[in-house]
Structures are given as structure tokens and as C-alpha cells.
């Protein structure tokens, strides 16, 4: 699989990298990680249920692989909406680190 990059450089010292990662048509399982939800037990979490709390996590705290299967398993407009409507969970940088993202993958 291939994933097109863009790269921009802002000034001499910030280099943005945008990825277009291809949407899958399958709900990929993923069976998360303790230190991504410390506070529960991750054999617990309904994707389905639990989107917003996933979205959260996953965009503030998620690796390589956490982040390819958010866009993957959930539509983009979920994830702009739970983004719009977190409240102190995602912090202002990657808040606007995502924004940034999603414009460009309209």
C-alpha cells in the first residue's frame, strides 16, 4: 500500500507532512493498547459505542498504526465533529495539528 505524501515547510525549524491514507471498505479490528487507555479496561471499549472517546484518544495520544485505523474505521466528519466538541481532552496544538490535517483531505 502506497500513501502519497505532501510536505510543507513553514519556516526553517516546522516541516508539516500530510499523508492521504486510502479509505478501507472492512471495519478492521484493532485491539488497543493499556497506555493509550490508562483509565479503563481496553477489553471494554465498544468502537461503535465509544467513538468519541476513541477519536479523542487516538488523535491526542495514538501511534502510526491507532491513527490509520481511526480514518479508516470512522468517517471523517465524525472525527471533525468530536474534534469541534472536545472539551479540554485534545490540547490547542493538536487540535489545530488535525484541523490542518483534515482541510486538506476534503
Known amino acids: 500500500m502506497y500513501f502519497l505524501a505532501e510536505v510543507f515547510i513553514l519556516r526553517y525549524d516546522t516541516i508539516i507532512v500530510f499523508f492521504s491514507m486510502p479509505r478501507s471498505k472492512k471495519n478492521p479490528p484493532i485491539r488497543f493498547r493499556q497506555s493509550l487507555f490508562w483509565d479503563v479496561d481496553p477489553k471494554t471499549i465498544d468502537p461503535k459505542k465509544h467513538a ?6 487516538v488523535l491526542e495520544f495514538g501511534n502510526d498504526g491507532e491513527v490509520r485505523w481511526l480514518f479508516a474505521f470512522y ?3 465524525l472525527i471533525r ?3 469541534a466538541r472536545s472539551r479540554g481532552v485534545l490540547h490547542g496544538k493538536t487540535k489545530a495539528l488535525w484541523v490542518l490535517v483534515l ?4
Open 81 to 83: 465533529e468530536t474534534m
Open 75 to 77: 468517517p471523517q466528519s
Open 52 to 57: 468519541r472517546y476513541i477519536i479523542e484518544r
Open 103 to 106: 482541510q486538506q483531505h476534503k
